[in-house]
């Protein structure tokens, strides 16, 4: 199983919701990422989480939760969100690498959801 | 900012031709890798390239990697028209937690 999964694929919340976005994978990847991606943009690295623990956090709003409660899961928990949050939210997988290691670092992405923040 | 830098911003070619597009970056790094990304949805990893190697092919692709001038080339031969997508690039740091820094992209439109 070569996938990661996310869900829901669309998300339509207001700003005083509360609301959170899954992702999943069996690969045995062992790093998992958030990114945030605008219209025409590359995407953004929020949050790495590495080994089930945070390593990197791009200094990222505490608006935006991460949670990871195993190896296979990564939860972004959302709350009072603006407008401008709204973008696509890509969640990807890999090895955590060794840096140099033999194809060790390809990044495994998912479908991505799809936020829009009244 | 270690973002990459893409060009051309987009690009447009006929059904057959190929299609080249370039990547430079700021800092020392890893390997690079270029992944795509058809409209709105996840990206696709295409390949990955070692700082110690300088030319690799996989099918249509062929990816070359210039250190000393920071930067990387993409080219795809005999173009399809399901390869219009976004093109990225990606570096790593040499140090410190493994990360992924995309660059600015390349829209590429191949017409049939």
């Known amino acids: 199983d070569t996938e990661v999964t996310q869900t829901p694929k669309h998300l339509v919340m207001g700003m005083t919701n509360k609301k959170s976005l899954k992702c999943e994978q069996h690969m045995g990847h062992r790093a998992m990422y958030w990114y945030k991606q605008k219209a025409k943009k590359p995407p953004e690295l929020m949050f790495v989480?590495?080994?089930?623990?945070?390593?990197i956090n791009e200094s990222v709003p505490s608006r935006f939760s991460p949670e990871c409660p195993n190896s296979s899961l990564l939860n972004l928990h959302l709350h009072a969100l603006q407008p401008e949050d709204s973008a696509l939210y890509l969640c990807?997988?890999?090895?955590?690498?060794?840096?140099?290691?033999?194809?060790?670092?390809?990044?495994?992405f998912g479908p991505g959801t799809r936020l829009t923040v009244l | 900012s270690q973002q990459g830098e893409e060009d051309p911003q987009a690009l447009s070619i006929q059904e057959g031709e190929n299609a080249t597009m370039n990547c430079s970056y700021k800092t020392s790094i890893n390997n690079l890798q270029w992944y795509r990304q058809n409209s709105g949805r996840g990206l696709v990893h295409l390949i990955l390239i070692r700082s110690n190697e300088r030319e690799k092919h996989s099918g249509r692709l062929r990816v070359t990697l210039d250190t000393s001038k920071k930067s990387s080339s993409l080219l795809i031969t005999a173009s399809r028209a399901a390869d219009t997508a976004s093109y990225f690039c990606a570096t790593d740091r040499t140090s410190g937690t493994y990360k992924y820094i995309f660059g600015t992209g390349t829209r590429l439109k191949v017409l049939a």
């Open positions: 990807a997988s890999s090895h955590p690498g060794l840096a140099g290691g033999p194809d060790r670092n390809e990044q495994f």
């Open positions: 989480y590495s080994y089930e623990k945070l390593s």
